[in-house]
């Protein structure tokens, strides 16, 4: 079982930058995939990026490509992600999932563990 806690949601200004975190709980992070989701109001949950268990391979939607950075310090069970150059598109609670498999899937059902989520709200 792996519980997933997000912060660093909040209000930015267009162009603004935000760092989202989650923390995880367990002993075997490490072999876990980690990926970030976003579901705006009245839209489905859509995938934004994801990160191998090492951290060595990643892939971002395209919609965040060039703005968003994912990243992960096993050390400390946690998963990033650095969200630059923000637009009022990226509005949406985010959540941080984990997957036991060993692909980065955009598919949010390839995902065993979610978050509760934290807002993001970007002003024009």
């Known amino acids: 079982q792996v519980q997933l806690v997000e912060s660093g949601g909040g209000l930015v200004q267009a162009g603004g930058s935000l760092r989202l975190s989650c923390a995880a709980s367990g002993r075997t992070f490490v072999s876990y995939v980690m990926g970030w989701f976003r579901q705006a109001a009245g839209k489905e949950r859509e995938f934004v990026a994801a990160?191998?268990?090492?951290?060595?391979?990643?892939k971002y939607a395209d919609s965040v490509k060039g703005r968003f950075t994912i990243s992960r310090d096993n050390a400390k069970n946690t998963v990033y992600l650095q969200m630059n150059s923000l637009k009022p598109e990226d509005t949406a609670v985010y959540y941080c999932a984990a997957d036991r498999g060993m692909v980065l899937s955009a598919l949010p059902q390839r995902y065993n563990y979610w978050g509760q989520g934290t807002q993001v709200t970007v002003s024009s």
């Open positions: 990160i191998s268990g090492g951290g060595g391979s990643t």
